[in-house]
């Protein structure tokens, strides 16, 4: 009898990466039907562990994905995939992938809400953005107001200080880290949206990583093609960077996160996975006086869907699916104090960047009113746009949302800039 095993985030059978290949091992079927993104254990991580496992390397993998990247697509059969499908997907074309490969064969429910005792009573939560720029720095007269460096914001919440990724932005946090703390304990957690260079390019650069004072952990999820720690260590081997990874004397501990809701210490983390090309997540950061949410690379997957016309060869299923994907994201921002979105381009340069997993200033607005968030920082500004067209970005936002007649507060996040929260502990004042 043949036998098919799905493992899907969507389906029953096995809800995440680890649990399926639980079941694979068990029972050992021909077919399994993997999504990409699920918790515990990636698409990708799925079909390398089938591949590297003898008893297993006859399973035929069919990896199914929401989000269409051809190097999605490239990296999945390097990994081992035998077919690769884009959803939403019909039963025929299910049928039809399982059809040409037998013959060749023989809810998320959040955890429990984060201990009552959350951070930030005694200092009220601050974020100061350090790196605000898309894929690669701009230094220069023209962009000295909103800044050059790539993405870095860092997150102080009680005790805890998190830096939301480490582009080039990271050596000046570094360096008032360094001045602040001089010879005491540092301890600090950076959170990888995913490992692009603007994300990561900082890290060498970072000089609490070279004193023996600090303690750096390192959380994000594993890359399309290699493990964290490989991919971290990679850009410092020697033909890129003179002090290998291992030999920083700084104690950094790099953990790979499983599952989509953590916590560093008080403060509740849940991640989402984006619209962009390989592993990429979202983070919120749930503090005591009000929630952030950072999103930098995200092509809104509607616009994708829309622009890249799949309706007419799949229909309204693939409407429908881009619509429920959508809603998750609403869900996920849902009431943010403080949304930083992938606004990268403006609506006619979206046009000519299509799938290259970055959104438009229009969509970065409208996914914001819809979520009801408070404010909205638009973030990964282009290497291309100076000053001069980042502002006149924002005041487009800014009368779109008088257009609707919102609330919402519309700003560029800006190099150096402070947000400081009310806290909400705090007496109402007299
Ligand atoms: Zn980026
Ligand atoms: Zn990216």
Known sequence: MKTVLIIDDHVFEAGEGEAGLALVRQHRPQIVLCDLLMPRGNGFQVCRELRANPALRHIRIIVTTGRDYEADRQSACDAGADAYL??????????????????????ENPPAAAPAAAAGKTTPVRVKFWGVRGSIPTPGPATVQYGGNTSCVEVRAGDEIIILDAGTGLRQLGRALMAEFKDRPLRLTLLLTHTHWDHIQGLPFFAPVYSPNCRLRILGYEGARKSLVHVLSGQMESPYFP???????????????????FHVGAVRGAAWFANHPGICV??????????????????????HRVETAIWPKQGRDAVTFAQDEEEKMIAFLHGTDVLI??????????????GWGHGCVDDAVALALRAEAKKLFLFHHDPDHDDAKISSMVDYAQKLVAEQKAELAVAAAREGEVIEFAPRSSPPPA
């Open 282 to 303: 979202g983070y919120r950061l749930f503090t005591a006086d009000g929630d952030i949410v950072y999103i930098p690379d995200n092509e809104p997957i509607m616009r």
């Open 341 to 354: 979105l992938d606004s990268q381009y403006d609506r006619e340069e979206y046009q000519h960047h299509v």
């Open 243 to 261: 002090v290998p990874f291992q030999e920083l004397p700084g104690n950094i501990e790099i953990e790979e996160l499983k599952d989509l809701h």
């Open 86 to 107: 884009t959803k939403p997907i019909s039963a025929e074309a299910i049928l039809k992938a399982i059809g040409k490969l037998l013959p060749r064969v023989a809810s």
